[in-house]
């Protein structure tokens, strides 16, 4: 699904706590539905911009969570003026949105199961790809590791997640990492699907290439436009460089030879 020319403005219709985050939902009735994977530039329209600092000035990028019914999802966590701002936005507001942007995820062949491994705020794209493999009837389990309790709220976003913790606090404590290998040592016949961290997307990446098994990252990447203008969001693969926001944000684990150190989720 490509973008139309332009931004477009759209209005909050609701705007929900979620543990350590928050669920912006936003009437976008004009805006091509995403495939799960994609993003779009964000801002809102008042108080954006002109301060002392002139933070946040530029739109910043998310996973679109959901979208249905016109009405489109984003899960944030507050890190920066930028989301901060926007994690302040209340029903009837308005934001300015670009997208639906990038490239998103493609579906397992050869019947293989779907695994979805998500890191903290990175589990945004993850929620709509769930939602889209279970209605094509494709099984999609969801491995996400969180920092602590308040974090692991979010995985309720999913069907049936298995969570693993920092803390100890939810779930199996320590890496999400862990319950892959743990879902790989019973059932290899899976393709990997993968958002988070940089750290955890590298150890998922050397993972599945140890084990000859196919797997798509959600990459991150400070991004000034959304759109391939800017160079600002390059990552090196195997072939070149690439420019997270139109040679992905998902890429082919295969194109990568490690994880950039900044291509991931805000930790
Ligand atoms: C394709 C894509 C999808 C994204 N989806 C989501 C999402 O669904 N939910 C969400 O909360 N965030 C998402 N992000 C990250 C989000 O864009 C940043 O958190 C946001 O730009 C931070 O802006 P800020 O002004 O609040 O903080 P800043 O002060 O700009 O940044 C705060 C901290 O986050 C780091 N950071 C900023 N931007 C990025 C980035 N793009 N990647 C990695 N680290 C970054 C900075 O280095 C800094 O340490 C996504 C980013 C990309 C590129
Ligand atoms: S953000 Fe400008 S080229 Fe990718």
């Avoid at 008042?46 to 959901?66: M, N, Q, V």
């Avoid at 989301?83 to 934001?95: A, F, S």
Wanted: negative net charge; contains cysteine.
């Amino acid at each position: 699904m490509v973008a139309p020319f332009g931004r477009r403005t759209v209005q909050i219709t609701r705007s929900d706590t979620v543990g350590a985050y928050r669920v912006l939902h936003a009437a976008d009735p004009e805006g091509p539905a995403p495939v799960a994977g994609q993003f779009a530039m964000l801002q809102s329209v008042e108080r954006w911009g002109g301060g002392e600092d002139e933070r946040p000035y530029l739109p910043r990028a998310f996973s679109y969570a959901r979208f249905a019914g016109g009405e489109a999802q984003f899960l944030l966590e507050d890190v920066g003026p930028g989301t901060n701002r926007l994690d302040e936005l209340t029903v009837g507001d308005e934001m300015w949105l670009l997208g639906p942007l990038g490239v998103g995820f493609s579906a397992p062949a050869d019947g293989r199961r779907a695994l979805l491994v998500g890191g903290g705020v990175g589990i945004a794209p993850l929620v709509i790809w769930q939602d889209t493999l279970l209605e094509q009837g494709t099984q999609a389990l969801a491995l996400l590791g969180f920092r602590d309790r308040a974090r692991a709220q979010a995985a309720e976003l999913l069907r049936d997640a298995r969570v693993a913790s920092d803390d100890g606090s939810v779930g199996h404590h320590g890496l999400v990492l862990d319950l892959l290998q743990r879902e790989l040592d019973q059932d290899a016949h899976a393709v990997v699907y993968a958002c988070g961290p940089a750290a955890m997307l590298e150890a998922v990446r050397a993972e599945c290439e140890r084990r000859k098994l196919p797997a798509q990252l959600a990459l991150e990447s400070g991004m000034a436009c959304g759109f391939g203008a800017c160079f600002g969001c390059v990552v090196p693969s195997r072939d070149g460089y690439l420019r997270v926001c139109v040679d992905g944000p998902v890429i082919d684990a295969a194109r990568l030879e490690r994880v950039d150190q900044h291509a991931g989720a805000s930790p």
